[in-house]
């Protein structure tokens, strides 16, 4: 079976940082994706952890924590467009299908 | 490189009706999964097919059904069409779709409604 949570809503001031968290129980875990999706939109691909540790690209780093479940997205220097849904999606070996979280709903303001 | 080609982008039915939605993956992608996204319940895999087999199916009732052809190019089916399928319906593409390869492009959606 499959648990995710990650919160509904946050909100953050144009040029700061959020953290975006997730907390997954999967069997067999495999590694963990970030997607992000705006209004209307469908979602594109930000990041894959496999390994334990802190991944950055950017303006976005993704951390993963296989032991504890968890994972989080860092957002730095927030721009008005990083306003979206930011979907957590913990990936299963064997299974040739991923399951989102819920999504988070960041809102930037300026 | 074309992305993933989802038609139509929007279509209206009623219910008791039967649709079928048409999904063109990425040139060589051989995975294709279909999502159905509401405002309350998210983003719900519906299932997933590689060469023409389907590999793994969500939880949804039997109304639902899909198929992928030889040249990737897959469908998806809903019959006997309830007021709760209105939905915004995501097909996505991977390279394989196995554990390790399976980052989803996703395709713009074909979005339901259902009177």
């Known amino acids: 079976g499959q648990n995710i949570d990650q919160p509904t809503e946050m909100t953050a001031t144009e040029g700061a940082i959020v953290q975006i968290n997730c907390t997954y129980q999967?069997?067999?875990?495999?590694?963990l994706f970030w997607y992000q999706q705006h209004a209307g939109e469908a979602p594109t691909f930000l990041s894959y952890?496999?390994?334990?540790g802190l991944e950055e690209k950017g303006r976005f780093s993704s951390f993963l924590s296989r032991s504890k479940g968890y994972s989080y997205l860092l957002l730095k220097e927030l721009q008005m467009k990083d306003s979206a849904s930011y979907l957590c999606?913990?990936?299963?070996?064997?299974?040739?299908?991923?399951?989102f979280g819920a999504g988070t709903r960041l809102a930037v303001h300026p | 490189k074309a992305g993933v080609t989802q038609t139509p982008r929007y279509l209206i039915k009623t219910r008791g009706q039967q649709v079928t939605l048409s999904c063109s993956p990425i040139?060589?992608?051989?995975?294709v999964s279909w999502y159905q996204q509401t405002p309350g319940q998210g983003l719900q895999f519906l299932f997933e097919?590689?060469?023409?087999?389907?590999?793994n199916k969500g939880n949804f009732p039997g109304r639902f059904s899909g198929r992928q052809f030889s040249n990737s190019r897959s469908e998806m089916n809903v019959s006997t069409l309830e007021l709760g399928d209105s939905a915004l319906y995501l097909c996505?593409?991977?390279?394989?779709?196995?554990?390790?390869?399976?980052?989803?492009?996703f395709g713009a959606g074909s979005r339901l409604t259902v009177l």
């Open positions: 952890n496999v390994l334990d």
């Open positions: 999967t069997s067999g875990f495999n590694g």
């Open positions: 097919y590689f060469s023409e087999t389907q590999r």
């Open positions: 999606a913990p990936e299963s070996r064997g299974y040739n299908k991923l399951i």
């Open positions: 040139s060589g992608h051989r995975s």
């Open positions: 996505a593409s991977s390279l394989e779709g196995r554990p390790g390869a399976n980052v989803l492009t």
